[in-house]
């Protein structure tokens, strides 16, 4: 493996600066520095100075468990633990480590995920590349354990961490019966909002939580709730979406490109669409059919050069061949939008990634994007066609 000398000493920098805050704390870095990487620096680091003989990494994902796992037998790493978050609160009473890290600590938070937290330990690395929740939980982990450092995307584009890419919106309007569909949908939800009251989402989570609310109140904030559901469900599953992933898979079928849906539903008909350039990746796949997938996948000889998927491969997969990324669909979590965006532009010489976003105008979903599009540079098109003409000026 060629080491990329320039990041491999700003890791090193991350790891004195966490030992100069005392061994505890958060950093945070655009998804492709290298943060896992950071991990096993500073793991080895203490290992060998004699502070750690016992390791637990916590993670979200089963597919980020293999990965940390395999890295920390490559690099000769012993007396470790990589737990998923679940299986880390569930038995954090007992656990006990001289080193925890939290992996993607920005999914710890939750209800149940924060007992993670409870396992005993002396020293402690979260990573993560963004630590903001929507619900603000995040203060849960900053309180124990303040940031030391950030890399935002800016400094990594500047030192070649991580490849160019450009970002294009492409409008694709529903078709006539879901539009009417969506409408209906969100016709009760500003009926609903308008009777649960100013602050209508907080009004519904607290009469759904008291004992004490009525049934009137209760049938009220259900009503908003499938309201939701039914408007969300209409963007997510638009499907004038399809044409336009068969036409784009057609123009960029000399790269590899990675296409993510919100519905297991949707990824599963993407991937029948396809055919043989593309396979599906999700958690319904046990784990023989994902290895078998990301087998196929990573073989240059197939035919296969995409990847349909709903959740599994937003964080922790790395093949820098990708070089395309279609959100066909996504809500406004800013999280969500990097880990995915790490996804595509993994570092690789003369690579310009390019990421194409899907949305259906007029609605909410167009709400959505502009909300996790904040800060960055896009180009919004009005149809698949107009892309296509814009993209083959462009280069």
């Not at 950071?38 to 293999?66: N, Q």
């Not at 903001?132 to 584009?157: Q, S, T």
């Not at 999700?282 to 023989?288: Q, R, T, V, W």
């Amino acid at each position: 493996m060629v080491i990329d000398e320039t990041r491999y000493e700003r890791q090193k920098e991350v790891c004195r600066k966490w030992e100069a805050v005392g061994f505890n704390g958060t950093f945070i870095a655009a998804t492709g520095f290298g943060k896992s990487f950071v991990g096993v620096i500073a793991a080895k680091g203490m290992v060998k100075r004699g502070l750690v003989s016992s390791i637990i990494v916590t993670v979200p994902l089963k597919e980020l468990k293999d990965q940390w796992e395999a890295t920390f037998e490559k690099n000769k790493i012993k007396n470790f633990q990589v737990l998923v978050n679940n299986t880390a609160a569930k038995h954090s009473h007992k656990l006990e480590a001289d080193f925890v890290i939290h992996d993607e600590a920005h999914t710890v938070p939750g209800t149940i995920m924060r007992q993670c937290l409870d396992i005993k330990r002396k020293y402690t690395l979260c990573l993560t590349a963004t630590i903001e929740r929507r619900d603000g939980e995040e203060e849960i982990i900053l309180d124990k354990y303040p940031v030391f450092d950030e890399i935002p995307i800016e400094i990594c584009l500047e030192n070649g961490w991580v490849s160019p890419y450009k970002v294009y919106n492409i409008a694709v309007p529903l078709p006539e019966e879901e539009l009417k569909a969506y409408k209906k949908a969100d016709n009760l939800f500003k009926h609903c909002a308008a009777k649960l009251g100013y602050g209508a989402i907080q009004a519904a989570k607290a009469i759904m939580a008291n004992p004490d609310s009525t049934d009137q109140e209760r049938a009220n904030a259900a009503m908003y709730y499938n309201a939701i559901r039914k408007r969300k469900v209409a963007c997510i599953n638009n499907t004038a979406k399809f044409d336009v992933i068969i036409k784009l898979s057609d123009f960029f079928n000399d790269r590899y490109g990675l296409i993510f849906g919100e519905s297991i539903d949707f990824a599963d008909k993407v991937t029948e669409l396809l055919g043989d350039k593309c396979m599906t990746y999700h958690s319904k796949l046990n784990k023989k059919e994902k290895v078998a997938v990301m087998k196929r996948y990573r073989d240059l000889r197939t035919k296969t050069k995409f990847l349909s998927s709903v959740k599994a491969l937003d964080a922790g997969f790395d093949f820098p061949d990708i070089s395309l990324g279609i959100i066909a669909a996504g809500n406004s979590s800013l999280i969500k939008s990097k880990q995915r965006l790490g996804r595509i532009i993994r570092a690789v010489p003369g690579k310009e990634a390019v990421i194409i976003n899907l949305y259906s105008p007029n609605t909410q979903e167009k709400k959505w994007l502009d909300k996790r599009l904040e800060g960055i540079p896009s180009t919004w098109v009005n149809s698949i066609d107009e892309f296509l003409e814009k993209f083959d000026k462009e280069i």
